[in-house]
């Protein structure tokens, strides 16, 4: 078993090679999908043993060009508490994600034998081993949530955030993103009421009782992805703190249920709100129609409206949300599609 140091030493590693060497996001070859790195490698010479050290020299290299693109992809957040799972899935086994690689320079330095190499990277095979080391929202859109729950104490609504805080941490804690209401891709809203319950046998605290109702709602199409109710009493010294805390309890009930429903909601339907400018006529809305549905990640798509020009589609995927879909247009040179804006499940584009 590796101890924490080594983890901390892998990490920086990582961090390192991205810091080192230079990426280059166009492939010399596009057929084969890859992200062009140069990196540098050492290992010490041992005995003489120049050959051995070249080899491990090499390895060391095509491990650092690895560890480069996967600091692309993944969050310095992520690389650091991902190291050894990174190590172990990933970079331990960099050869079989390097398509190829020339050497450009090679030398010794003192005791060590250093080289220098241009590797060409397979993006889509590390890209989707990578998102099996991914909390589950990301794997399903990445998207942003956002809160808007009124509360009232004793029938008097309050300016407080109780339960939308407490909602807020839970989410994260899940692997959600959170941000601001107005451009949250998914929006939890709802109400918390609290009502005093009683002070009899607490021994001077007292006992408030919260109802809290919730609803997630993707903000694009209004679709409803969850529903949940929940109740919890909160116990303190005064009334003010009783009723915070059953705020905040009745919050931390629903949260479990809330997350639950709304990832097997993203998991059933995973629909991306396409908007598709520069639609000549409905002959050429049926070519793409056609071109898009035959793309493996998606699963099938219908005409939400056409206008003449503009046509809205809703597009289901096996997975992933508008950023994978942008990515696949965009790479699908059928399609001659331009992407104007991208969120997790909205996607502008047009037409030549």
């Known amino acids: 078993m590796r ?5 901390v030493l892998l990490a920086a590693v990582l961090l390192a090679a991205a810091g080192c060497a230079s990426v280059h996001r166009s492939s010399l070859n596009p057929a084969y999908q890859t992200e062009v790195v140069e990196a540098d490698g050492m290992a010490p010479v041992v005995d003489g043993d120049v050959a051995s050290a070249r080899k491990s020299a090499m390895s060391d290299a095509m491990k650092n060009a690895l560890g480069l693109v996967v600091g692309v992809y993944v969050s310095q957040d992520a690389m ?4 050894v799972l990174i190590d172990d899935s990933i970079t331990s086994q960099s050869e079989g994600y390097i398509e190829k690689y020339e050497t450009l320079k090679e030398w010794q330095d003192g005791g060590f034998y250093k080289v220098r190499i241009r590797a060409h990277v397979r993006k889509e095979d590390l890209a989707a081993k990578l998102r099996n080391l991914e909390p589950e929202p990301q794997k399903l859109g ?17 300016k407080t955030e109780y339960s939308a805080l407490e909602l807020k941490d839970r989410f994260i804690a899940a692997g959600f993103l959170t941000g601001e209401k107005d451009k949250a891709d998914i929006l939890v809203k709802g109400e918390a009421q609290t009502s005093f319950n009683t002070r009899e046998g607490l021994g001077g605290f007292v006992s408030y009782r919260a109802g809290i109702s919730l609803s997630a709602v993707k ?19 005064n009334d003010q703190a009783a009723a915070r805390a059953s705020l905040i ?10 997350t639950d429903k709304i990832l097997k909601a993203l998991r059933e339907r995973s629909v991306v709100r396409l908007t598709l400018e ?12 056609k ?13 939400r409206s056409y206008d003449g020009s503009t046509a809205v589609l809703d597009v289901a995927m096996h997975a992933g949300g508008a950023a994978d879909l942008s990515q696949l247009l965009i790479s699908d040179k059928r399609m001659r599609v331009k992407v104007n804006r991208t969120s997790s499940y909205d996607l502008d584009a047009q037409l030549p």
Not at 249 to 258: H, V
Not at 291 to 303: K, Q
């Open 219 to 237: 903000q694009g199409s209004r679709e409803t992805l969850a529903s949940v109710q929940d109740s919890a009493g909160g116990i303190d010294l």
């Open 291 to 303: 071109l898009l549905r035959s793309i493996p990640a998606v699963r099938s798509s219908w005409l």
């Open 80 to 83: 650091v508490s991902k190291a």
């Open 249 to 258: 309890n009745a919050a931390k009930r629903a949260s479990g249920d809330l």
């Open 3 to 7: 101890s924490g140091l080594s983890r």
């Open 278 to 289: 520069n639609v000549r006529d409905m002959n050429a809305l049926s070519d793409f129609t």
């Open 142 to 158: 990445n998207p942003v949530i956002g809160f808007d729950i009124t509360e009232s104490v004793d029938g008097v609504p309050q």
